[in-house]
């Protein structure tokens, strides 16, 4: 159950289409999942730039009368959940900016991990910050960088931040899509008729049924203009270091990222989950939404069959207050029900992806327990998360993380589930094909890119409270 | 795919709890699925009631300061989607009036056949009504009994009518509730504390923990006041004509209602369809949400691997507007996405509750060969549905149900399958226990309560409009 | 000053104009200095009724998208402040109802005097209210009535209630107008080419270009229909009691209604009110905005300079929130300021229209006291409020109002002024042509109309509260 | 009647109060007619700053919950009007950013000439714009000025700008108070208890009972911190051209600005305009609100009594939107309407303080004829406005501005009246005491400030639209 994992950013782009902003509606609907916090588009027509952000939900913020004047065959968009910022109107994106080349619009899915330093240089030397997103760090570099063009400012610019990012890019009549060498967050490539697409996820494309041409690469960056497209690969090479888990949590079971769809991925963690941690039981049962692939690979490989014994309330919404006074810690019951019908007497397997806090897991198993379940099998279909992620994951730090100071069997008596096993990583690298092209750091705590040194100082000292 | 077949109303009640208003909106909450449309709570305090009624979903009706001012120890509440009467806050229950007796509540969810008739009758004998909803009838008729006390009253009132009902009514320091001699709606009794509790389904009080008593009986009205329950069978019998599609499709899957578990029966559903036809494939897929378990249930009877072929997007909401101009007709690509990952050359059987129109089915059915199945076996849990519901479920027309003037066959061809099964009412029927306590009109046509003449005439004429 | 004399209601109807809901709106909008609480109009379109009502301002209520669906030629409209029943949706007019007859919708505005019977005697016979509003009773009334026409039956409903109405009615293609026999309340008849127009106040004319034809007379009802005009007197005579309170406050000053322009008798009052209680003064400053009229009338009379030594923030709104903890009691500071350097050292005559409870009246004098005022001189253009009135205008009760307990020297030391006058009875009846058509009820407690027994009995005992 | 002259900004501040949000919040609401288009408020509170800003007016923006986070002892606040940038968020003031002393928020009431050309030069070196507001360049002048303390960065940016500017800067736990050399707008110091205010007008002050000491000098900057008040003249001494127009339409007449109470010098243009441009007539009328003051002028200085043949209706609101179709044109009959029981074969004198395009005067003038006057003698009480103002006044291009074009004569008889007569400059100047202390740009065409060249090219070409 992954409720304190907060999901970060989808980003999306169009280049050559007469409604590139209704496309980019319609892809950023398809990423919610993504962000639900706050959702923004951009588009260009040729000779203005014009730009819609907004607190709330895709379908909620972009009626007729909003997307109407975001006129012009080039747009990008935005959705997001806090990872870097606050949380409030000054961090949504994209971010407009004029600078000495004109207009540029930027929307970023990542985290930078120089930013705090970065930032700190160019505040030293005159530049203004007005919010306090690490978006804003790669607008500056960029428009400092004294080189003539786009292109080779934003080479310039990127070649002084490190970190996690995919970012879309409106440049006047220029689209352009990058992502960073280690290609921590994904990025894709579509075709809708002559205009091009770019999207964090397959899922957008399949909305409008335009056609998936192939994945940014790591460390590449692709111009979309009138001529076409064109691939840079500026930077140094570096090792594939894509999220393990947007495999794990994040995408949509229906998108093809890194390579590979998600669901398949997902069912295979099933699989291996009940190839390394055996049990004996009468059925398994997903904690729904994310559990259920994984829970059908263990199924199908146990042979004990699936039942959804949690029902999902999916009326839930951000806008759900707990009455005051005595009633009081509904917490996960409403999201969830167990369905004692199906459990009553039972020896039951549970699948959750991943157990952050551990407060969560521990309300579902008593749920379950409750409803006359009569043994209680944890299976998580991920190693246990350690540390905190640096590169777009909002976990949190690592004190809140049950088992970065808790043994397998501490974890399992505080959930009170009958036995508890995880995902090894050895397990978990067999379910992707290019097992070394991943990051693994918040299962095993080795970052891939190291934090400068002021970083790591600053990194609970900074952050501005705005409303 | 139940998309037409419009969800009808939820009721629930609270007797002697200090936070009835709370306990209110969290069972109403969990009945949302029941309707979306409006919401509304009415208390009393023990002088004076209190009321609140809205359009939109019980989440973000009720904050805190919508929720505080309805005091008192009992309270009624109702969620609605448009089955009689037209979309607007005139038709939001619960009702509330003033008649001879002091003040009262009440919250319906059922559709009375005779209303037309009963209100003409009351209308040319100078009664006045506000709204188009059939439940200012059952108002009216208790407000003109000559009887002494509200329970004769109530009783009196409702030997006038005929139809489907299952009420909540609050009347004063009494809560009553009611259901219909044939039992169409379900409608549960349980208990928190020495508080009572009184929800169309049990799921209401699983997510305040509450425990459930027993299910009120069809034709018995229940009053609970400060001496404690007291049980009326006031109507003469009838037999049982409880709403087989409450299993099929309507009620929440982890609730308990006309004796059983939603999801059992579900899930059987699934068997007994394979058991009828069987087809050799390699994927079992549902038609999410609402044809997992029979999917579950299909699959394991047929050894057929379950696999989640359409994807739910569950940020849809009632506000997602098609963008105008050349992008069109998303339809069902706003909620379902295939996975071809999946369904790439694969012999796949498709599950669904129902097919209505059969527009959304043929949609499906087409997105799914896109992603390229190699062969689509279509299978319905349920019979073909020939005849609308007049007891309390939106369904179109006869004109426009598909099954209503087209073969298997034809509606076959129509939806682009390669073979399409229903399952027979034979089959349904072993699906439940008591199959003969089960209305099938849907099915059959054949109505358990006969229209009165005037209202077959008039059903088509009648409707004021309202904004 | 008479924040504390609440507004009460306008009315407005149309007959014969296609775009009979637009002029509604119009007229309701010229009207809104009447009611700020909630506004509504209902059409009809020879078919069906269509309505609409809320809470809030006219121009902030009804956009395109809201009137474009109120179709038809005939529709009639209300603004309401609470006179009578509560502050909520339920309570907005107009009322529609469906009876004997067909649909009939209702826009009311006066007070009845003996509802409280009627409706227990209503109720007592089967009759269900579902608001707190007197108009209801109207309502039931007429469709209680066995004539066979709705003129008769508007009749004979009347015949039975006694009080304060202007009545504007949409009985399917006709509209009615009437006034009761006393004439409490304004209503006037106006022509826009061929369509009529009915409404509170003659500026709801002048906003569309309306010709203004007549008043409705005291004890007319108009009915407005395709053959044309037609003028019924049903009633005994009875005496005028026009409202006094209309000219010397309510109404707009540039209406004409009751045989003269409101302007023109407030000025009057101002020059009656030098007439019999002249002073020495430097400067004349009215309370604005109603104040205005009256001092120019002082001024002029008296040679003494008219200055605007108070100015109002016309931004107030119902909206302003007082911010909470030691920031408080700014009262009347939010909606005026005095201006010292009009003030500083003069003896100031200080005009305004009423006091109620002398609560604003002693901030008012104090605040023109700091701002330096060297002498302060109160002229209330009205005799001293010693009653309620049960008419239609919203006072507080006997206790509240400062002149019903207390001697004018009371008064006088309480505001802090330095003098204090009032106009007499005697000196307002010279401002008017006809002083025995009017109804001086709050300033002698003679009340034109008895109450019924029950009726005062019951006058604090009933008031259903809702939220 | 200067509908088109829109109204501006007002900028507040308060320091040393722990209720410091709370104040601005008041301050603000009564400096609403300065700008009525957005509002906000940024607070400081030791460690953290906190902000919030919305498009609407301040009474329906500052609720309880968005004042509750903006804590601190020290706060600035903002309204507006579109006077430089477009109307959206992104516009909104304070202005809040992180630079290399920390983080600064500020307030700008006033247009700069020459920000074109400096955000060119600073465009071009690296600095990045985020909204089309002349405010971000003094942003950018501060954050890069190398010197070590605020004032003397502040002074550094100021000196580098020309323009109009009143500041209010919240820099951590300094406020700046800042009025440009030439002193064009208006600001004012106040002092509650032991906090200081700042203030665009004086009746900020009055509405929160605080004490005012005196005005902010041109060209002075007024520092408050910890150990008091601290004044710096650092600007080259320039003569002082305060702008006229606050005096004839733009502050409120209970205002004290430029050494005089606003009323008295309002009133005095009224009685100006008669000595100059007198005439026969019954009555004055002024054009409400703002022709008040001068009609209640040239009414006393002529003996021709004043009415009230014009009504302003107060509930106009910014919403109100003319229904479409065959209605239409209303223009100012919204707004106004004329008395006929006044006007009726009346010699009358209209008061207006302006004539922009000379469309509503037009107008305004039928409309009084519609009513029956029989001669209309048209008096303004300023010179005819040739020029637009690019100090912070919103009026229309060369172009639209009717006397930059036409004879007075010519006006005459656009407007339908039977004579008109403006006030000359001469005669203007007589109305306050030091009459070369003014701007009268908008007059004579003569600007005290030169255009930088570029400025000039440059004025029509940028603007960047955004939604």
Redesign the interface.
């Known amino acids: 159950m992954t409720d304190y994992l907060k999901e970060e950013c989808g980003v999306f782009g169009v280049f050559g289409h007469?409604?590139a902003s209704?496309?980019t509606?319609?892809g950023l609907?398809?990423l919610?999942?993504r962000g639900?916090e706050s959702a923004g588009i951009t588009s260009f027509d040729g000779k203005?730039?014009?730009?819609?952000r907004q607190m709330g939900?895709?379908?909620?913020i972009f009626?007729?009368h909003?997307?109407e004047?975001?006129k012009g065959e080039i747009a990008i968009g935005h959705v997001r959940y806090s990872t870097a910022g606050s949380s409030n109107?000054k961090n949504c994106q994209p971010?407009?900016?004029?600078?000495?080349l004109g207009?540029l619009s930027i929307a970023h899915n990542g985290n930078l991990i120089n930013d705090v330093p970065t930032r700190k240089r160019l505040?030293?030397s005159?530049?203004?910050?007005?919010s306090n997103s690490d978006t804003e760090v790669i607008?500056?570099l960029i428009?400092?960088?004294p080189l003539p063009t786009i292109e080779d400012r934003v080479i310039d610019a990127l070649k002084e931040i490190k970190g996690a990012y995919s970012l879309v890019i409106l440049a006047g009549s220029k689209l352009i899509a990058v992502r960073d060498p280690n290609g921590f967050r994904p990025l894709c490539l579509g075709r809708l008729g002559r205009a091009y697409l770019v999207a964090s996820e397959t899922?957008s494309f399949?909305?409008?049924?335009a056609e998936f041409i192939r994945e940014i690469e790591p460390g590449e960056m692709l111009v979309i203009d009138n001529r076409g497209l064109k691939s840079y690969y500026p930077f140094d090479a570096e090792p594939k270091r894509q999220c393990i888990f947007e495999f794990i949590y994040f995408a949509?079971?229906?998108s093809?990222i890194f390579g590979e769809?998600v669901?398949?991925v997902r069912?295979r963690l099933g699989e291996l989950l009940y190839e390394y941690s055996p049990c004996v039981a009468d059925i398994v049962i997903p904690v729904p939404?994310s559990g259920?692939?994984s829970a059908?690979g263990f199924s199908?490989k146990s042979g004990i069959?699936?039942?959804?014994g949690l029902?999902r309330?999916?009326?839930?919404?951000r806008?759900?207050?707990e009455?005051?006074?005595?009633?009081r810690h509904?917490g996960v019951?409403?999201k969830l029900?167990?369905?004692?019908?199906?459990l009553k007497n039972k020896r039951v397997v549970v699948i959750d992806d991943s157990i952050v806090r551990g407060t969560t897991s521990r309300k579902i198993i008593k749920m379950i327990r409750n409803a006359g379940a009569r043994e209680i099998h944890f299976r998580i279909s991920s190693p246990p998360i350690i540390s905190p992620c640096y590169y777009g994951i909002d976990t949190p730090t690592h004190n809140e993380l049950i088992a970065n100071s808790h043994t397998i069997e501490e974890i399992n008596r505080y959930v009170t589930s009958d036995s508890l096993a995880y995902l090894s990583i050895e397990a978990l690298k067999k379910a992707v094909k290019n097992p070394d092209d991943f990051c693994y750091a918040c299962f095993t705590g080795k970052y891939p890119l190291k934090f400068p040194k002021e970083e790591i100082e600053q990194l609970k000292l900074f952050r501005?409270?705005?409303?």
Do not use: W
């Not at 203005?48 to 819609?52: E, K, M």
């Not at 399949?206 to 049924?209: A, F, L, T």
């Not at 029900?337 to 199906?342: C, R």
């Open positions: 007469p409604e209704n496309l509606y319609l609907y398809a919610q999942h639900q203005c730039f014009h730009i819609h939900l895709v379908a909620d009626k007729h909003i997307l004047p975001l109107i971010f407009l900016m004029e600078y000495a207009g505040v030293d005159g530049a203004i910050f007005q607008m500056h428009a400092r960088s899922c399949d909305i409008m049924e949509r079971p229906d093809f769809n669901y398949n069912k939404d259920i692939p059908i199908q069959p699936l039942e959804l029902i309330n999916h009326y839930v919404g806008t759900f207050i009455p005051k006074q005595s009633i509904f019951k409403i029900n167990a369905n004692p019908s199906i501005r409270e705005e409303e």
